[in-house]
């Protein structure tokens, strides 16, 4: 059984390493760096979150959402200031970890995980027609249809393979497959090495050659704050995709401080700055990789492939890379929430379509940030329709309110609502029994209530706080009885 959880792997982790090239060089076209940079970086960052990470099975590497951040630093200070920007980025990592704020993606909700996947899976395929064109223009005639055709065989191995046999990856077949029958036959279609030659050295130990002064930190802070963010914000929903996936548990702290030492590293070492990556990961989950191995494998593929196999790896037909993209896209779009859009609220939908679209159009971060505040808005609006009162006159004359709900600011004005200071009588009495006080705002809000009665002449009391109501209060330094 161990054995062939290895032998999975191995060659799940191999199959992913195919994957990771283009992306990795397209990625570092896109920041306008040497495709090297990326392949560094992606084995670099690969390599160690898989060895130290808190989620195996997880495929982490040079990103696309991160080389859009730094495009601009890139092109106005240079590659020097990048990398130490990815120092930087990664010590911010570290500390989000060591800190153990990875928990905050408990406040992601699902509404907004589903937006994320489905933005992310079309992000993957809109990418991939990148791979149709020659320059700026679109491919047409025999070198389209070739490409198409290609891209056809491979997702049909991929889908059939399955069916056949479950020994070897499907994916990995495909990509061997349909390059050497184009290297056999001889098709005339673009491969890896009309991308970029990706033959190299082992990386170097070479610290960024810039001032390290306070003007330098002023130019490289805002840059690493939001690659940091970035990075961490992917990871962490990927990880959470992960965890459903395999049905387990990840580590979002120890994920964190892994990631932020690979970042620190691979800036040290002339490599990009990088996180999880969706698309690898599902290839190699996908694949049979489970263990820290499969992440292993995929990383030191990267190096070999620059030191020894380069020759062989840029004959790969760019089709086949295409076409096992254009699957993972496919099975990472979560289908199952368009058959649930009728079904569940509407504002959960909203949040759906909005985060998938802003994630499209934009980029991540912005994305998950308006679907949490959508979601949170409604939340609080949600709560504060609930809040109602019980209430009713008592032997003695006076008037009882039973309070029942969560008062905080978005609740404040349907509670002094609930009241009638004017006409109700000199004694007031307001249970808490079934109150919860959240914030601030709930106690200027009793502090309101008790100010109107004391203008009316009358006498308002509070019973029944809970200790946690009591603590807000006294720290207000509001009297209560």
């Not at 940091?228 to 120890?254: H, K």
Request: hydrophobic share 55%.
């Amino acid at each position: 059984m161990k054995a062939k959880r290895l032998r999975a792997d191995v060659l799940a982790g191999l199959t992913t390493s195919f994957a990771l090239l283009p992306e990795c060089i397209a990625f570092a076209l896109v920041a306008h760096l040497n495709p090297l940079m990326g392949l560094y970086g992606a084995f670099i960052i690969c390599t160690l979150t898989a060895l130290f990470g808190g989620r195996p099975g997880m495929v982490s590497g040079a990103a696309g959402s991160m080389a859009v951040v730094i495009v601009a630093l890139v092109v106005q200070h240079g590659v020097q200031y990048l990398l130490a920007t990815v120092l930087l980025g990664g010590l911010i990592m570290i500390a989000f970890g060591l800190l153990k704020l990875g928990k905050l993606v408990r406040m992601v909700p699902y509404p907004v995980m589903l937006g994320f996947v489905n933005g992310l899976a079309i992000v993957i395929a809109l990418a991939q027609l990148e791979h149709f064109k020659n320059g700026e223009a679109w491919l047409s005639g025999t070198p389209l249809y070739m490409m198409l055709g290609l891209v056809a065989v491979t997702m049909a191995v991929v889908y059939v393979m399955p069916r056949l046999t479950r020994t070897v990856p499907p994916a990995l077949v495909a990509i061997l497959g349909v390059g050497l029958a184009v290297y056999l036959l001889g098709l005339p279609t673009r491969t890896l090495g009309d991308m970029a030659h990706i033959a190299g050295g082992l990386p170097t130990l070479a610290l960024p050659d810039i001032a390290w002064n306070p003007d330098t930190l002023r130019i490289i802070a805002p840059y690493a704050i939001l690659m940091a963010l970035v990075g961490l914000l992917e990871t962490l929903l990927t990880l959470n995709l992960t965890d459903e996936i395999t049905e387990s548990r990840g580590y979002p702290d120890r994920e964190c401080v892994a990631l932020g030492v690979a970042n620190l590293v691979s800036g040290a070492f002339g490599g990009m700055g990088g996180c999880a990556m969706i698309g690898q990961t599902m290839i190699n989950l996908s694949s049979g990789g489970r263990g820290r191995l499969s992440g292993v494998v995929a990383g030191v593929s990267i190096l070999l492939f620059i030191l020894f196999l380069s020759p062989l790896i840029e004959r790969i037909p760019l089709a086949a890379l295409v076409g096992v993209m254009f699957v993972v896209s496919q099975q990472t779009f979560a289908w199952a929430s368009l058959r649930v859009l009728n079904k569940v609220p509407l504002n959960d939908v909203l949040v759906i379509i909005a985060v998938t679209v802003i994630t499209v159009f934009t980029d991540l971060a912005i994305a998950v940030l308006c679907g949490i505040i959508i979601a949170a808005l409604n939340f609080a609006w949600q709560q504060a329709r609930q809040l109602y009162a019980d209430s009713h006159l008592e032997n003695d004359g006076s008037k009882l309110y039973r309070l029942h709900g969560t008062l905080f600011f978005a609740s404040t004005t349907p509670f002094l609502n609930q009241f009638d200071p004017a006409n109700d009588p000199a004694q007031v009495t307001l249970d808490c029994r079934h109150l919860s006080f959240v914030d601030y705002s709930a106690i200027a809000a009793l502090g309101t209530l008790r100010e109107r009665y004391a203008k009316a002449g009358k006498r308002l009391h509070v019973l029944h706080l809970s200790e946690r109501c009591k603590k807000l209060l006294k720290r207000a330094r509001m009297q209560h009885d």
